[in-house]
């Protein structure tokens, strides 16, 4: 598919089917996390897998937009092992997570599943609840799953801003 009617195409789903991701559909959307770029391609990127009941219970501990998914992508950085920008010390995992779950996201699509990103969650329930170390930042929850038949896009999804809105060219 053209990669602009794949963007075109994908839509935040927010009701899935009961039907599991096969793992060979969910290696093919690790590895399109796993090639996304990063920051200095420090790769500071961690992902849990979260697709069995118990675990998928322990979500609903931290955010209520799991939305019946039958696998979970908790997408986080290690902050021990992100680039920080010399200038000011910004850390880039962030960005890096964002990159990287974006590829994931597009990949899903790709594959005929739908997808989500989820910022709407409690860190320290998510700490708490998998574990994560110190080191480890939580950045966002991606469900995916297949869209349920009667799942749609929201009412503004095809609403765009003209790209004069959005664009300049050499100032601002």
């Known amino acids: 598919m053209d990669f602009l009617d794949l963007a075109k195409k994908r839509y935040s789903v927010r009701k899935f089917s009961d039907r599991p991701v ?18 200095c391609n420090n790769q500071p990127q961690k992902i849990i ?16 937009y799991g939305f019946g998914a039958p696998a979970v992508l908790l997408v986080c950085y290690d902050k021990s092992s992100s680039w ?10 962030c960005v890096d997570a964002a990159i990287v779950t974006s590829h994931m996201m597009l990949e899903a ?22 574990s994560l170390p ?11 799953g297949y869209p349920a038949g009667d ?12 790209i004069g809105e959005t664009v300049s060219y050499n100032d601002f």
């Open 49 to 64: 897998v979260i697709n069995e009941k118990a675990s998928l219970e322990k979500v609903k501990k931290c955010t209520r």
């Open 84 to 93: 920080k920008r010399s200038c000011d010390g910004k850390d880039m995992g």
């Open 134 to 144: 110190e080191n480890i930042v939580p950045v966002a929850f991606f469900p995916v």
């Open 22 to 39: 096969e793992e060979e559909k969910l290696g093919k959307i690790l590895e399109a996390g796993r090639l996304a770029p990063t920051a």
């Open 109 to 130: 699509a790709d594959l005929g599943l739908g997808g989500t990103w989820v910022g709407s969650f409690d860190p320290k329930a998510v700490r708490l609840e998998f």
């Open 151 to 162: 799942a749609v896009p929201s009412g503004n999804h095809s609403s765009r801003k003209a």
